[in-house]
């Protein structure tokens, strides 16, 4: 018995510190800079998004972005950069789903450690796209291969195509939610808006239009993977590239591909400025 209590003294320490660890400021301001390079490269696929509305190439998607990113002179620095803040945000967002809102009741609780551990996953995915690029291994052409080749495998396994409509309508409706945000206003409550009221004006603005200019993009993305399962076609599983590509074949789509490029890059300067508003400790 006393070397049971022991073991569990033991790990309740190991936790603390784990806790600890995770809540310090340092931690704290690399978090803060994840969200800022999210920004950025929001930014470039909003700027990638137009080049192609007016005739231009590009791969409108993260991979794209981090390819232009590279690009610059200074893109060694940029990548590394940007990849510990992703990470620094990944490692933030996991500890809220392990640690935090214990407070809450169960329901609540629940959902508030799902939307963090999701948030964690994304912000790792990140990382390790600009992690690749900054290796020199990665490539637009090849994420999307990889892309393509991982639909393929899991349409031959079973239950992979009930799976892939289901990751396919679960992003859609990400993207209804991330519309429903934005037009409620409701992302101002994870800020601490400025005081000034031209200030708190431009923040609210570049939320709304940017939250629902991504919602548009996850809507797009999520219903393209659940056609292109349903039709046995996971070439055209293309993901955030292929959802705006569809949305620029569509009668007048290079006027709200452009529209939805615009909104991008308001959402980018809205993660941007999210770095120095957000509230950390909700």
Not at 40 to 51: D, E, W
Not at 110 to 116: I, Y
Not at 180 to 186: A, E, T, Y
Request: hydrophobic share 50%; glycine share 12%; aromatic share 8%.
């Amino acid at each position: 018995m006393h070397k049971g209590t022991t073991i569990k003294r033991e790990l309740r320490q190991a936790a603390d510190a784990a806790e600890d660890a995770t809540n310090s400021r340092a931690l704290e301001l690399f978090a803060r800079a994840g969200f800022a390079a999210s920004g950025v490269l929001h930014f470039l696929v909003g700027l990638i998004a137009i080049r192609l509305a007016t005739g231009g190439s590009g791969s409108a998607d993260f991979s794209g972005a981090v390819s232009e990113l590279a690009s610059q002179p200074a893109g060694p620095f940029l990548l590394w950069g940007s990849f510990a803040a992703c990470a620094a945000l990944a490692i933030w967002q996991a500890s809220d789903a392990i640690f935090d809102y214990g407070h809450l009741p169960t329901k609540q609780k629940a959902g508030k450690k799902l939307k963090a551990a999701v948030q964690a996953l994304v912000f790792a995915g990140l990382a390790l796209t600009v992690a690749s690029f900054a290796m020199g291994t990665g490539s637009g052409a090849d994420n999307q291969k990889s892309a393509s080749d991982l639909t393929v495998n899991l349409m031959k396994a079973p239950g992979g195509v009930a799976l892939l409509v289901l990751v396919g309508v679960g992003i859609a409706v990400t993207g209804v939610i991330y519309g429903v945000r934005g037009i409620r206003k409701s992302f101002e409550k994870h800020l601490r808006m400025p005081s000034d009221p031209r200030a708190r004006t431009a923040v609210t603005v570049l939320g709304v239009t940017g939250y629902v200019a991504k919602g548009i993009v996850l809507f797009l993305t999520g219903l393209l993977i659940a056609i292109a399962t349903l039709r046995a076609h996971p070439e055209e599983s293309t993901g955030l590239d292929g959802g705006l590509k569809a949305l620029r074949d569509q009668p007048f789509g290079i006027y709200l591909l452009a529209a939805v490029g615009a909104g991008l890059i308001c959402y980018g300067i809205y993660m941007v400025v999210r770095a120095r508003l957000a509230n950390m400790n909700q």
